[in-house]
C-alpha cells in the first residue's frame, strides 16, 4: 500500500499580515514606488482636517469676493452723486390722497437736517443740499390726480415718496397709478405718511401696520413706512435717500436722459440745461421729448455751476461754456421714419417696336396657335377662376381630392385652401320637385323639394332666433349668420379656405397693403440689436454726471412751456429708433373693455395713440411650419394676447401699457400691461369666420345642409372648402340642390340631427398706423374698429 500524508484544511492555516513601518525613508518609498507617482481621484474625499481646512478658505474667499463685488457696485451706483460737483439725487414725491400734499412732506425732510430749499421758479423743482449726508437731493413735488406728470417723474427718478394719509384711503385713481408705475417699472421706493396733525398714539400702530399692508402689495420690498410728525422717522427717511443705493429701472439700461433746470426757446432752437444721467450721451442720436417727437441735436455746450468758496459766497470768476460735442454728418440720425413708395417703380414697360417684329416672325397670327405634340395634353384641366394667379390656383383642390372620406382636418380650420376672388357665375342646373331619387356617384341622395317662400322665411327666423348655450358659444365664437340681401360670394369674397391652420402655406408677403412699402423689415433683429449698442458703448459721448447744454434744432415754440409742478425731461434715442416697423406687444387685459376705442400705448419713454390688432399668443411662435395667427377681437381676460400696431423701433423687453381715456383726462383707465414681444413683419394675423348650416334630411353619411347659403351660385362657389361639424365629422359639399342654397354634403361618418355643419374662412388683418400722443388733445375719431363696417 501507498503511504497518504495528512493534511490540514486550508482554512485552518494561520497567514501573518507583512511588516509596515510608519516611519519609512524617502528612500525607501521611492524604491517602493518604482517611478509611480500617485494620482488622487477627483472622486475620493479628502480626510477631515483638510475638508474643513478647504471649506474654511473658500468660504472666507467667496465671503471676501462677495463683499468686493457689492463695494464695486455701490461705489459704480453712487460714484455720480459723490464730490462737490456731484449730480443730485433725483426725487419724485407723488402724494396718493387729496388730504396730503408733496411741499409738506419736502419741508419736513429739509428741517430734519436743517436745510434750506431752493426752487428753481421756471420748473418747480426742490433743491436741497444734504451736507450731512455729503450729498444733495432734488425734489419734484406732484400735484394730486397728475397721472402723467408722475409717470414722467418716476421715468427719471433715483427715488420715489409716496405719501399716504392715515385718514382717507386711496381711492381708485391712486390704485391705477400704482399699478401703472408697477407695470412701468418703479425706482427705489420710499413710503411715508403725512397729515396736518400727528396720529393718536393708541391707533397710530394700527394705522401704520395697514398702511404698510396696503403699499406692500404693489412695492413688498418696503418694510416700513416713516412717520413724517416723528423726529426720528424723518431723519431716517432722509438718510435713506442720501445714502442708499438707487435701484435702476431696467429698461433705461443704455439711453441717456436729462431732467431739465432751465429751458430756453429762440427760433426754432431749443436749449435744455441739465444733468446727463444713464448711458453716454451721443449727440449723433436723435432726442425725444414727450408729447412733440423726435429731433435733432445742433450741438452740445457745458453748463458748469458757479463754484462756492468756504465762506458760502459764489466766486466772481465766470466760467464760460465750452463746445463739447457735434453731431458727424456722415453717422447722424436723420428724421426720415418711413419709406416713400414709388407706384410706378413695378409699371410694365410697353414692348419695343423689335419685340413686336420678332413675335409676329415666331408665329404667324393666321394660322393661330400651333396644335399641342400627342401624348403633352394632360388627361384633366382644371378650371382656374378668372383673376387668380398660379400660387392661388394651386390651393384649389380638385374633384378627385374631394371623394377622401378619412382625410386628417384639423378641428378650427378644415377646409380645402381657395382664394376668395370673383369668378364667373355658371348656370345651374334646377331640381324639379317631381324627381324623388337621384343616383349621384354610385350613391343614393336623399330626396329633396323646394319649401314655399313663407314657410322658408319662417324656418330661417325660428332657426337663427334659437337659444345658443354657452358652451355652444365657446366652442364657436366666430360664428356668423350669412346675409339674405348679398351673395356669400360677395361678402366674403376676401376670406379663404384652409385645410389646416397649423400647417397650410401662407404665403407672408401675397396681396401686402400699401402701409407695409412704408415700413422697414430687419433681416435678423436681434443681431442689429446687438450691434447698435455695442456701436453705442464704443461711440461714447459725454459722460453722466455732466451737466451740459443740449440744443435741439426745428422744435416748435408750444414745445418750450414748462408747466410748473411738471417734469421736463428728454430721453436719447438709439440707431434706428425712430424707423417705423411692424411692433408687436404681448399683453394682458387688466379691465373690460370691448376693442373698439383708441388707447394710449406707453412704451419706454413715447406714448402713442393706438388701435391695436390682437392675435392669439403661443410659445415658441407657435406649431406647424407657417407664422400664422388666429385674430382675436378683444382682449381675453385670464390670457396672454399679441397686440401689433405700426410703430417707430423698440429695443429689448420694454415695458408697456394700454390706457383708455376718460371724461377726467387725468384719470385714464389701465386697460393692460405687458412688454414688447418682437417687431416681425412676417406674422400672418388671421381672422376666422365660421359658417354654420343646419342639417335638413339625413341619410347616414349623407345629408342635406340648409341656412348656410341662399342661392345655388354661393355652394357652387364654396363647394372646394372642406366642412366639419360640432361633433367631429368632415365632408364635403357634393352638388346643389332647388334654388334656396340647400346642398348634399358627404361625411366621413353618420352625423344626426342635433349636429351643426360649419364651413371656417380666414383672411389677413392688418394693423393700425400709430399717432403721437399729446397731452391734452381730444381722442381721435380714427381709431376704427378691428373689423370692416359690414362684417360687424
Known sequence: MTETTHHHRPTLKQKNKPFKSKHASKGALKEVAKGRTQRQSPKARPSASTAAAQLRTNRRNNAKQVQLKKRQSLVSATRIFSGVDGAPRIVAVIPLTEDVK??????????????????????????????????????????????????????????????????????????????????????????????????????????????????????????????????????????????????????????????????????????????VRGAHLSPNRLIHLPNYGDFQIAKIMSAPLPRHSKSGKADTMEIEPQLLAEPDESSADSLVSSNDPDDLENEQTWPTEEEMQGAHNGVDASQGIPDARVGTTPKAVRKIPKGMSEYQAAWIIDESDEDGDGEDGDGEGNGGEVEMEEVEEEEMVELHPEDTEMETDGKRSVAFQDLDEEEEERQLQSWRNRKREEEDDAAFPDEIDTPLDVPARTRFQRYRGLRSFRTSPWDPYENLPRDYARIFQFEDFKRTERAVKRRAEEEGGIEPGTRVTVYIKDVPKEAAQVVPGRPFVVFSLLQHEHKKTVLNFAVQRNTEYDGSDPLILCVGPRRFLVNPVYSQHLRGGGKGANNVHKFERYLRHGTTSVATIYGPVVYGKQPCTLLRETEDPQAPELVAMGSFLHPDTTRIIAKRIILTGHPFKIHKKTATIRYMFFNPEDVEYFKPIQLHTKYGRTGHIKESLGTHGYYKAHFDGPINQMDTVCMSLYKRVYPKWSELWREGDAPSSTGTSNDDAMEE
Open 102 to 275: 408733496a411741499r409738506d412732506v419736502t419741508e419736513r425732510l429739509a428741517q430734519s437736517i436743517d436745510g434750506t430749499l431752493e426752487e428753481v421758479p421756471s420748473t418747480g423743482l426742490q433743491k436741497l443740499r444734504a451736507d450731512r449726508f455729503k450729498t444733495s437731493l432734488q425734489f419734484i413735488p406732484l400735484a394730486y390726480r397728475h397721472m402723467y406728470a408722475a409717470l414722467d417723474a418716476c421715468k427719471v427718478a433715483d427715488y420715489v415718496i409716496f405719501v399716504l394719509s392715515p385718514n382717507v384711503e386711496v381711492d381708485q385713481w391712486g390704485d391705477t397709478l400704482l399699478r401703472t408705475l408697477q407695470a412701468q417699472g418703479l425706482p427705489e421706493v420710499v413710503t411715508v405718511v403725512s397729515s396736518d396733525e400727528p396720529m393718536d398714539p393708541k391707533e397710530k400702530s394700527g394705522v401704520m401696520k395697514s398702511l404698510l399692508s396696503f403699499i406692500q402689495y404693489f412695492v413688498p420690498s418696503q418694510s416700513r413706512v416713516y412717520d413724517m410728525h416723528h423726529s426720528a422717522d424723518t431723519l431716517n427717511a432722509i438718510r435713506a435717500l442720501s445714502e442708499g443705493k438707487p435701484s435702476g429701472v431696467k429698461w433705461r439700461e443704455g439711453r441717456s436722459y436729462i431732467l431739465a433746470e432751465n429751458v430756453d426757446w429762440t427760433d426754432g432752437m431749443l436749449s435744455v440745461t441739465g444733468i
